[in-house]
């Protein structure tokens, strides 16, 4: 199988502590999305990069919150000293990008529980 | 400010019948609109999508109308299945930008 990959599926941590999430997206891809859902939601824009550089950063995105790319392929998200309110589903997407706009084509998410 | 609006939480339909998902947007500068199925416990899949410079785009039993008059996408699934049952979304998006919006979603359910 070759789409967008997401390690782990679930995680539970204790409030205080940092999480670490992978994303392996689709390897001729180079465009990749971190996006953020919660119940009742549509999936919220938390960050995006070409390549290796991070282009874009939501507001949504604390300074507890960190994304990296390195060489282009793999992403992490890690979140620093967790807050119940960052329970929620974590997802990584990627696509291709040209000229214009095109579809982007999401993991099956990281659900993070904080208690 | 929510750009992209699915004003029908849910959605009955008996099977074979046709099911209609609506999706309205306030931002005239969108030029690219989609729509994703979601599980239960997966990731959105990518359904169909549609430039603004069509106002219909088919793929098997699944068309997208947009009217960019009214700022209103719709969904039209024909026939239904009960495999059709789950939650669609709609997004959209500025060429040349990088965020795409999601609306609240739909949540269908097909009547066997």
């Known amino acids: 199988d070759t789409g967008v990959s997401q390690d782990p599926r679930h995680k539970i941590t204790k409030r205080g502590q940092n999480v670490t999430f992978r994303c392996d997206p689709i390897?001729?891809?180079?465009?990749l999305y971190w996006y953020r859902q919660t119940l009742g939601q549509g999936p919220e824009f938390l960050t995006y990069f070409q390549n290796e550089a991070q282009l874009e950063k939501s507001r949504l995105l604390s300074d507890r919150f960190s994304a990296e790319r390195p060489k282009g392929s793999f992403s992490t998200l890690e979140i620093q000293r967790t807050e119940q309110g960052d329970s929620a589903m974590y997802l990584c997407?990627?696509?291709?990008?040209?000229?214009?706009?095109?579809?982007?084509?999401f993991g099956n998410g990281t659900r993070l529980t904080v208690t | 400010d929510q750009q992209v609006k699915q004003n029908s939480p849910s959605l009955s339909v008996q099977e074979g019948r046709i099911s209609i998902l609506n999706c309205d947007y306030t931002n005239s500068m969108f030029d690219y609109f989609l729509w994703y199925k979601k599980y239960p416990a997966e990731g959105p899949t990518f359904l169909i999508s549609?430039?603004?410079?069509?106002d219909k785009n088919e793929d098997g039993r699944f068309t997208v109308f947009l009217n960019k008059s009214a700022k209103h996408l719709s969904l039209h699934i024909v026939p239904s299945q009960p495999g059709d049952s789950a939650v669609y979304f709609c997004?959209?998006?500025?060429?040349?930008?990088?965020?795409?919006?999601f609306g609240t979603g739909t949540r269908l359910k097909v009547l066997a």
């Open positions: 997407a990627s696509s291709l990008g040209g000229t214009g706009a095109s579809p982007l084509h």
């Open positions: 997004a959209a998006i500025r060429s040349g930008t990088y965020k795409y919006i």
């Open positions: 390897s001729e891809h180079n465009r």
């Open positions: 549609i430039s603004s410079i069509k």
